[in-house]
């Protein structure tokens, strides 16, 4: 009993029991932390690898299988051969998203003590990149007064308007961007093929603009019943100076400056643009509206019908979008040299009193009615959330007021001189792919 006693008393020893005790936590505690360590670390280079191949597999210029893509950014991985990955992705024309998760079962050093022989990574990542569609309608004046200066106006103005269209036309924007010219002067010519489309009654044949009613003009107004419209007749307002290079001196613009519709072939457009020669009158709101007309979502049935006819690429056919289509960015352009002027009209229609090159009796209405059309227009655009750019080139106080009225702020309004007027449009180009991209 004493013996017991004295045994049970001693506590020589008791140290090297604990430590024997806990040598096993310590070992999982101190080799669990190297795993967790490991663990983090193959986390981090697994995310990394996912994170660049996806981001790699979802440019809209990868021509590359998803997988392959992604594949190869984790091939440089020591644990490649044993990652798992799940893909899910859209790739289309317009917009590719990809979403990867990778999963990998580290193996342990030090935690199987407690029975744990892997630790699960998973990552996953998910990227996206789209176009957005973009609908343009650039409304250039070919007005008279065009022929001014020296260099002339037109002659700054096209190779402008041509920089804009490689600009806004350039590869990787091509596919989604389809743009319309509309050059007007008194009027705007439709073009005979488009003229005779629409169902306006057809007077004579030297031209194709047609005449719109006060209302077509009304903020809340969008397409308008073209059969119940007449034909603008061809006259000239003026009797002096027809045959002065480049100018057609007719109210009406001729065929060779007629719309050009919703297309993304930018060799055309500037063959457009160099074809275009001056007209009479400045019908601002006019060429406005035709130019708001191809944004609207209305027209889709004719644009429709001129796809089918190989007017427009097929590709566009569903154009114009709905205004609160998220993925798609409408855009006006509207330049001018000149204030709006009143708009003429003979009071005889028969062609022997109002030949082109002389000057006859007319009806009217003033330039002030003619603005007050102009800005109802601007407003339809704007409270539709079309984005419109003005340009005042060389113009007097009424125009550049006229023209800062219509834009969407003033930011969006450019006074311009000389060959400042390429700066102009190629700020333009740049601000429209700002908002593209906080789309």
Known sequence: MRLFRRFSGDTRGNVAVIVALLILP???????????????AYRVQLQDGVDRGVLAAASLTQTVAVETTVE?????LSFYGDVETDYDYTTNLNVRRINVKANYDMPTGFLPLIG???????????????????EISLILDISGSMREGSPQKLSLLKPAAKKFIDLMLAPANRPTTSMSIIPYAGSVSVGSTVFGGIGVPRQHNYSSCMEFATTDFASNVGLIPFNQRTQVPHFTHNNNN???PGLDWSWCPTEVTSI?????????????????RMADGTGSAIGMKWGMLLLEPAAQPYIQQA????MIPPSFASRPAPFNDSGTLKIIVLMTDGA???????????????PEGRSGNYTWYGSGTANTHLQSVCTRAKNNGV??????????????????SCASSTSHYYDVAGLDIEAAFRSIATAIQKVKLTE
Do not use: C, W
């Open 260 to 276: 050009s519709y919703i297309t993304n072939d930018a060799t055309a457009l500037k063959n457009k643009i160099d074809a275009m």
């Open 116 to 134: 744990i022989q892997t630790l699960h990574v998973q990552v996953e990542a998910t990227a996206q990149e789209k176009r957005t569609n973009i």
């Open 387 to 404: 984005l419109v750019f003005t340009i005042a080139f060389q113009t007097n106080s009424t125009g550049r007021s006229q023209m800062q």
């Open 26 to 40: 310590m070992m999982v505690l101190a080799g669990g932390a190297t795993d967790i360590a490991r663990y983090e």
């Open 307 to 310: 796809a089918g006819a190989g």
């Open 242 to 244: 027809v045959n002065y």
């Open 340 to 354: 709006i002027t009143d708009q003429y009209r003979p009071d005889q229609y028969a062609f022997p009193r109002n």
């Open 72 to 76: 190869e950014y984790l091939k440089s």
